[in-house]
């Protein structure tokens, strides 16, 4: 008798065809196509450009900030402002768990000698490939211009510097970072015609750099002065 050919089920089992099962076919089938993600990362660090506070020029209190948006969308923010809703695309840090700003506090160690500080802020910005990115950098004015005769920490600025973390061929997107000006002879404050301290117009404290990346993660920056 010859063995069926055909499958059957015996009490329950399974039996195959007794037939050999056909060969895989020897060339493989063609995959398909991946979209492999660009990894693009942007490293941005607003610090004074000094390592103490001993080390700054000056004597005296200064405090500015660093916000980033993306292209001409300013409702998500990434800052300190916002650390507790930020946007996917972004993280903060501020080098004292407790500090909103770059900040630096100078004071005569004669007489206070345990009151100096010096924070920065970094922000990280991920996916960036294929897309721009606003990093506005501004000074924070206190109510009046404390010891105007013998500090002048007007005269200080923070620089800001922008890293590209994964292109092999760029790096620092600007060697020296980017500041605003600063004068020994234009300080933060005036006063006014009612001998009252305000901000001085003729102080240029902020600008906006912005980032552009193509979508191999080559970026490039311009800067403005506001």
Known sequence: ??????????????????????????????????????????????AFPFDTPNDAPYHGYNSEYMEVTEGGNSDDMCSYLFSDILPTWCTYENSDPDGDSA???????????????????????????GRTFNFAVSHYFFEADYYPDEWKDHAMATV???NNESHESQNALS???WSHPVDIDTPTHIKNQNDEWEVNPDYQGDFVVTVACDDNCLCGASYVLL
């Open 175 to 177: 060697a020296d970072g």
């Open 103 to 129: 900040y630096v506090v100078n004071l005569d160690d004669n007489y206070y000698d345990d009151k100096d500080i010096l924070t920065s802020e970094t922000i990280e910005i991920f996916n960036a490939a």
């Open 1 to 46: 008798t010859k063995a069926p050919t055909k499958a059957i089920y015996y009490q329950g089992s399974y039996q195959g065809s007794t037939k050999a099962p056909t060969k895989a076919p020897t060339k493989a089938s063609t995959k398909a196509p991946i979209n492999a993600t660009i990894m693009c990362t942007l490293k941005a660090t607003l």
């Open 160 to 162: 800001l510097k922008i």
